[in-house]
C-alpha cells in the first residue's frame, strides 16, 4: 500500500464510522432518552429500613426494587426508573400528571402481614372505646408502630376504601405469623367445583405461597383451626399499611392441628370487585422493607425544556469559542481542528443515542456538561499536535518532516492526558451517584472517542495536507518564519 493510501484509509474509515451511525439513528428515527431535568418529571429518594433495623441485605433491596418497579408501572407511568443508589432507591418518574399519587403508592409503608385475629369489636359495642382499642382512632391514619412481634389493634378497611370509615371494626390481633414475603403471587379467578372444574360463578382470590411461606401458613391456619365455627379466633387478619384488608374464616374443611398444606389457598365468598381488588393489594403489596422519602425532586416541563435549550446554546458557543480560537491561531492547520472536533461531535453524539436505544442511556444536563468539556479536551489534542509541528518548522525541518516529527513528540503527551482524562471520569463514575454518573460517562467516552478521532483523522489530514504547495507555505500555517 502507498505512503497516500495509508493515509487515506483512515480517514476514510472515521469518516464512514460516523456516517454509518448517523444512518442507523436516521432510519431507526432514534431520539435521545432525556433524564428529568432536561425532560420535566419527579426523582424520589427513598431510604430502605428492615423491620428490626438491621441493615438490609441484597435480596431485601432487590426484592423491594422489583415490587417498587410493578407498583409504578401498575400505575401506567411510561419510562419509569427505578434504581439502586447508594444504599438508598431512587425512583424517576417522567412525564405524570400526578406525582403524589404514584409517589404514594410507592412510598408509603405498605407491608403486607398476616395476623391471628384474636378479638372483633364492633362501633356499636362498649369496648370500642375502652382498653386496648381505645388508643385506636379509625378516623385518623395510623400513627403508631406496628410491631411485629407483639399484639396489635387495627382497623378494619372495607374493600373499595382507601382508608377505613370512622366507624369500622377494630380488630385485636396476635404477632405476625407471615410476611409479605411469604407469598409468592395472587389472583382473582372464578371458583371451580367437581373434576371437570365447572365454575360455581363465584369468585375467589388465590394465594401461592413460597416454600417457607407453605410451612408458616399452614402451621398458622392449623392453629386456628382449633377453635370452633363463628369464634373470631377462627379467622386469619390480613393487614397492609396497619390496616386490615380482609379477615378471612378458616373453612369447615380446615382440620385442627393440620391447616392447609401444600402452599396455596383461596379466599372464597368475595365479589368480582372485591377478588380483583384484593389479589393486586397482597401481591404488589409484599413489601419486605419501610420506605422512607429522603429527598424529593420534581422539575417542570418548561423548566427542563428550558435547561436542554440553555445547555445547547453553552454547547454552540463554547464549540463556536474553540473554532473561532483554532482559527486565528494555527489558520490552515485550524481548519483540519474544524473538521476534526466535528468528526468527534458526530461520534459522541450518535453514540449517545444509540446507546439510549441500546442500553437505556439518560441523557442529563449533567451528561450534556461532560460533552461540553469535553471539546475542550479534543480542542486540546490538536493544539499540542500543532504545537510541536510548529516546532520542528522552526527548527529547519521540512513541513512533510515536520509533521512525522512533531506526531511522534505530541503523542506521548496526548495519551498521558487522555489517560488521565479517561481514569478520573471511570472512577467519577464507579464512586458517584446521580446525575454526576452521566457527567463521568459523557466525559469518559468523549475521551477516548477523542483520541480516535486524533489518531484517526488528525495526523492523516496534517500529512496529506503537508504534501500540497499551499500548506507548505508557513504563513498559511500561521508560522511567521517560513520553511
Not at 5 to 17: A, D, G, H, K, Y
Request: aromatic share 6%; proline share 5%.
Amino acid at each position: 500500500m502507498s505512503g497516500t493510501r495509508r493515509l487515506v484509509l483512515p480517514l476514510v474509515i472515521v469518516i464512514v464510522l460516523a456516517a454509518a451511525i448517523w444512518g442507523v439513528v436516521a432510519a431507526q428515527d432514534i431520539r435521545p432518552r432525556l433524564g428529568l431535568d432536561l425532560r420535566g418529571g419527579t426523582s424520589v429518594t427513598f431510604k430502605p429500613v428492615s423491620p428490626n433495623g438491621s441493615t438490609p441485605t441484597k435480596e431485601q433491596l432487590d426484592t423491594t426494587i422489583d415490587i417498587v418497579r410493578n407498583r409504578v408501572n401498575s400505575k401506567g407511568v411510561a419510562e419509569s426508573e427505578v434504581n439502586l443508589e447508594a444504599g438508598n432507591i431512587v425512583v424517576s418518574i417522567p412525564d405524570v400528571q400526578n406525582p403524589d399519587e404514584v409517589i404514594k403508592a410507592v412510598g408509603t409503608t405498605a407491608q403486607l402481614r398476616f395476623r391471628p385475629v384474636l378479638e372483633v369489636v364492633g362501633s356499636s359495642q362498649p369496648e370500642y372505646k375502652q382498653g386496648p382499642f381505645a388508643s385506636v382512632d379509625c378516623a385518623k391514619p395510623q400513627t403508631w408502630v406496628d410491631q411485629i412481634d407483639k399484639d396489635a389493634v387495627l382497623c378494619l378497611r372495607d374493600p373499595g376504601q382507601d382508608a377505613p370509615e370512622p366507624t369500622a371494626a377494630k380488630l385485636r390481633m396476635g404477632p405476625v405469623a407471615l410476611g409479605g414475603t411469604d407469598i409468592s403471587s395472587a389472583r382473582a379467578e372464578l371458583e371451580t367445583s367437581g373434576q371437570n372444574g365447572v365454575t360455581t360463578g363465584q369468585w375467589q382470590t388465590a394465594l401461592k405461597l413460597s416454600g417457607a411461606g407453605g410451612k408458616k401458613f399452614a402451621a398458622i391456619t392449623g392453629k386456628l383451626a382449633c377453635n370452633p365455627q363463628g369464634d373470631p379466633k377462627r379467622q386469619l387478619g390480613i393487614t397492609l399499611d396497619g390496616v386490615v384488608i380482609n379477615n378471612p374464616p378458616m373453612a369447615d374443611s380446615v382440620q385442627c392441628n393440620v391447616g392447609i398444606p401444600g402452599g396455596e389457598a383461596v379466599i372464597s365468598g368475595q365479589t368480582e370487585a372485591e377478588a380483583k381488588a384484593l389479589a393486586p393489594l397482597i401481591s404488589t403489596g409484599a413489601l419486605p422493607l419501610s420506605l422512607t422519602v429522603l429527598t424529593r425532586d420534581t422539575v417542570s416541563a418548561t423548566l427542563g425544556a428550558d435547561s436542554l435549550h440553555a445547555g445547547l446554546v453553552a454547547g454552540g458557543l463554547g464549540l463556536a469559542a474553540v473554532l473561532l480560537y483554532v482559527l486565528l491561531f494555527y489558520r490552515g492547520l485550524g481548519l483540519v481542528a474544524w473538521v476534526g472536533l466535528g468528526l468527534a461531535a458526530a461520534l459522541n453524539v450518535g453514540i449517545v443515542f444509540l446507546m439510549g436505544k441500546m442500553i437505556g442511556f439518560t441523557l442529563t444536563l449533567a451528561g450534556i456538561a461532560g460533552l461540553i468539556v469535553a471539546v475542550g479536551i479534543s480542542a486540546d489534542s490538536y493544539v499540542v499536535f500543532f504545537e510541536r509541528l510548529k516546532d520542528e518548522v522552526r527548527e529547519g525541518k521540512t513541513l512533510r518532516a515536520s509533521v512525522d516529527r512533531g506526531w511522534q513528540r505530541s503523542f506521548h503527551t496526548l495519551v498521558s492526558a487522555n489517560t488521565v482524562s479517561f481514569a478520573a471520569a471511570v472512577v467519577l463514575y464507579l464512586l458517584a451517584i446521580g446525575p454526576v454518573r452521566g457527567f463521568a460517562f459523557t466525559l469518559g467516552l468523549a475521551t477516548a472517542v477523542d483520541f480516535f478521532c486524533a489518531w484517526m483523522f488528525g495526523r492523516p489530514a496534517v500529512s496529506l495536507l503537508a504534501r500540497t504547495r499551499l500548506f507548505r507555505e508557513g504563513r498559511f500555517l500561521g508560522i511567521r518564519a517560513a520553511v
